[in-house]
Every structure is written in C-alpha cells, then in structure tokens.
C-alpha cells in the first residue's frame, strides 16, 4: 500500500537512506510528487461479494468497491506486539552479532491458552571448544537486546502454536 497526497512527509529527519527506500516518486502524480511506501499489504474490498449483484466479478469494469481496503498482511517481516512496531530481522542481527551466536531466529507466536502475541527468539550457538553450556546462553542477552526481555528456557514454550 502507497499513500501520497499534500499532508505527506518530506521523509525522515536525519536519515536519508531510509527516506530514500520509502518516499518514492509517485508516477500518477505530477512530476516531482512522491509517495510513501507503507509495507502494508491491502487489496480493495468487493463490497457487491456478500450480496451476489452484478459486476463482481469485475468483468465488465465494475467490481463494485467503494474504495475501501481491506488490510492482508505486510510486504516485510514486521509485526506489533503491544502496540509496538518490530522488525523480527532487526533482532536477529543483534543476536547474531553476538560471538558466541552462530544463526538466530525470531518469530511472533500465540501462546495456545490465548493472550498477546510475544515474540520468541531461537539462538544455535556456535562451536565451544569447551562444550556448550546451555545455563549459561542466557548471559549473552543483556549484550544485545533491551533490558525489558528475558531469556526462558525453550522447554517453557512447548504450548506456543
């Protein structure tokens, strides 16, 4: 999904890069104009589906929305715990960074008795001339990630779906 029209931003304050990948130009615009790529997935709701007129299936031009969207997913990996918006990819890297981390993988998951999505983060680490020491994997957290999470052993989420 794009978004453009006069209450668009510039872009954003001190990063061009990021400006540069999400503000483009907007080719049905006027020359100049920019849009703003949101990494939202949507598709135009069929408001005549549910009620069977003519014209849904849009053979004829007319596939009967109003203009209304309907959102289906994101073009990137981010998903909102809480509120907040995260890259899953972001995490991955910091845990990565980290020189006792070979590979890393995050991913939002529901816990099966209900409630809030978290999100779990899934470390291999690398080869310890000494042996792996699992008690001790925990320890590579407060390097790399926000003092509001904590490690949990894997054996605890056994009833993520």
């Not at 009620?51 to 959102?71: I, N, P, Q, S, V």
């Not at 909102?80 to 993988?105: D, M, W, Y």
Request: hydrophobic letters at 35%; one cysteine or more; charged letters at 25%.
């Amino acid at each position: 999904m794009y978004v453009a029209g006069p209450g668009l931003a510039r872009g954003y304050l001190g990063d061009p890069q990021l400006t540069a990948e999400r503000f483009v130009d907007n080719p049905f615009g006027a020359p100049g104009e920019r849009m703003y790529r949101t990494g939202d997935l949507a598709r135009r709701a069929d408001t005549h589906a549910a009620d069977g007129a003519d014209g849904a299936d849009g053979a004829d031009g007319a596939d009967g929305a109003d203009g209304t969207l309907e959102y289906v997913g994101r073009a990137d990996q981010q998903v909102k715990i809480r509120g907040f918006r995260i890259e899953p990819g972001e995490i991955e890297a910091a845990l990565i960074s980290h020189p006792r981390v070979a590979q890393a993988a995050v991913i939002a998951r529901r816990p099966e008795e209900g409630g809030e999505r978290i999100l779990v983060g899934y470390a291999v680490p690398r080869p310890d001339p000494a042996g792996p020491n699992p008690p001790n994997c925990g320890a590579i957290w407060p390097d790399c990630c926000p003092s509001t999470w904590s490690p949990v052993p894997a054996s605890s989420w056994a009833s993520c779906r």
